[in-house]
Nanobody, 116 residues
Framework: QVQLVESGGGLVTAGESLRLSCAVS????????MGWYRQAPGKQRELVAQ???????DFADSVKGRFTISSDNAKNTVDLQMNSLKPEDTAVYYC??????????WGQGTQVTVSS
Protein backbone atom coordinates (compact mmCIF):
# COMPACT_ATOMS: atom_id res chain seq x y z
CA GLN A 1 0.00 0.00 0.00
CA VAL A 2 1.14 3.53 -0.75
CA GLN A 3 1.32 5.85 2.22
CA LEU A 4 1.83 9.60 2.28
CA VAL A 5 2.76 10.97 5.69
CA GLU A 6 2.57 14.72 6.18
CA SER A 7 4.04 16.86 8.92
CA GLY A 8 4.59 20.50 9.74
CA GLY A 9 1.17 22.06 10.04
CA GLY A 10 0.19 24.30 12.91
CA LEU A 11 -1.01 27.69 14.10
CA VAL A 12 0.92 30.81 13.15
CA THR A 13 0.36 34.54 13.00
CA ALA A 14 0.04 36.37 9.70
CA GLY A 15 3.43 37.07 8.17
CA GLU A 16 5.10 34.04 9.69
CA SER A 17 6.33 30.91 7.94
CA LEU A 18 5.67 27.18 8.02
CA ARG A 19 7.23 24.25 6.25
CA LEU A 20 5.19 21.19 5.33
CA SER A 21 6.86 17.89 4.59
CA CYS A 22 5.52 14.74 2.99
CA ALA A 23 7.16 11.33 2.79
CA VAL A 24 5.89 8.71 0.36
CA SER A 25 6.35 5.02 1.07
CA UNK A 26 5.11 1.77 -0.37
CA UNK A 27 4.89 0.33 -3.84
CA UNK A 28 4.49 3.22 -6.22
CA UNK A 29 6.02 3.26 -9.66
CA UNK A 30 6.74 6.04 -12.08
CA UNK A 31 5.79 9.09 -10.06
CA UNK A 32 4.93 11.94 -12.41
CA UNK A 33 4.23 14.80 -10.01
CA MET A 34 4.30 15.49 -6.30
CA GLY A 35 2.50 18.39 -4.77
CA TRP A 36 0.21 20.01 -2.26
CA TYR A 37 -3.47 20.83 -2.35
CA ARG A 38 -5.56 22.62 0.24
CA GLN A 39 -9.18 22.76 1.25
CA ALA A 40 -10.69 25.53 3.32
CA PRO A 41 -14.07 25.13 5.04
CA GLY A 42 -16.89 25.37 2.53
CA LYS A 43 -14.53 25.46 -0.44
CA GLN A 44 -13.32 22.97 -2.99
CA ARG A 45 -9.91 21.41 -2.77
CA GLU A 46 -7.45 23.41 -4.84
CA LEU A 47 -3.94 22.98 -6.11
CA VAL A 48 -1.35 24.95 -4.16
CA ALA A 49 1.87 23.80 -5.80
CA GLN A 50 3.27 20.83 -7.63
CA UNK A 51 6.61 19.70 -8.98
CA UNK A 52 7.42 17.18 -11.66
CA UNK A 53 10.17 14.61 -11.45
CA UNK A 54 12.11 16.85 -13.76
CA UNK A 55 11.78 19.83 -11.43
CA UNK A 56 9.15 21.85 -13.26
CA UNK A 57 6.96 23.69 -10.78
CA ASP A 58 3.48 25.12 -10.86
CA PHE A 59 1.86 27.37 -8.27
CA ALA A 60 -1.56 28.77 -7.59
CA ASP A 61 -1.62 32.48 -8.36
CA SER A 62 -2.52 33.23 -4.74
CA VAL A 63 0.76 31.78 -3.43
CA LYS A 64 3.23 32.79 -6.13
CA GLY A 65 6.19 34.61 -4.65
CA ARG A 66 5.40 33.37 -1.13
CA PHE A 67 5.52 29.57 -1.37
CA THR A 68 8.22 27.32 -2.75
CA ILE A 69 8.14 23.60 -3.39
CA SER A 70 11.02 21.15 -3.44
CA SER A 71 11.37 17.42 -3.71
CA ASP A 72 13.90 14.67 -3.26
CA ASN A 73 13.29 12.07 -5.94
CA ALA A 74 15.57 9.52 -4.34
CA LYS A 75 13.75 9.72 -1.01
CA ASN A 76 10.26 10.37 -2.47
CA THR A 77 9.72 13.42 -0.30
CA VAL A 78 8.18 16.77 -1.10
CA ASP A 79 8.30 19.94 0.97
CA LEU A 80 6.29 23.12 0.84
CA GLN A 81 7.88 26.24 2.29
CA MET A 82 5.23 28.79 3.08
CA ASN A 83 6.34 32.34 3.81
CA SER A 84 4.41 35.52 4.49
CA LEU A 85 1.38 33.51 5.46
CA LYS A 86 -2.03 35.15 5.32
CA PRO A 87 -5.28 34.30 7.10
CA GLU A 88 -6.70 33.21 3.75
CA ASP A 89 -4.06 30.47 3.63
CA THR A 90 -5.88 28.74 6.47
CA ALA A 91 -6.92 25.28 5.28
CA VAL A 92 -6.21 21.61 5.52
CA TYR A 93 -3.22 20.88 3.30
CA TYR A 94 -2.98 17.55 1.52
CA CYS A 95 0.07 15.96 0.00
CA UNK A 96 -0.56 14.49 -3.44
CA UNK A 97 1.35 12.14 -5.68
CA UNK A 98 0.29 11.34 -9.23
CA UNK A 99 1.82 8.51 -11.20
CA UNK A 100 2.32 8.26 -14.94
CA UNK A 101 -1.08 6.59 -15.31
CA UNK A 102 -2.71 9.57 -13.56
CA UNK A 103 -3.56 7.63 -10.41
CA UNK A 104 -3.70 9.98 -7.43
CA UNK A 105 -2.52 9.22 -3.93
CA TRP A 106 -3.33 11.45 -0.96
CA GLY A 107 -2.06 12.09 2.51
CA GLN A 108 -4.36 12.38 5.49
CA GLY A 109 -4.11 16.18 5.59
CA THR A 110 -2.50 18.61 7.98
CA GLN A 111 -4.15 21.72 9.38
CA VAL A 112 -2.61 25.13 8.77
CA THR A 113 -4.20 28.01 10.64
CA VAL A 114 -3.07 31.60 10.18
CA SER A 115 -4.38 34.15 12.64
CA SER A 116 -4.57 37.84 11.85
Amino acid sequence: QVQLVESGGGLVTAGESLRLSCAVSGRIFSINTMGWYRQAPGKQRELVAQITRGGITDFADSVKGRFTISSDNAKNTVDLQMNSLKPEDTAVYYCNVRDRWSANYWGQGTQVTVSS
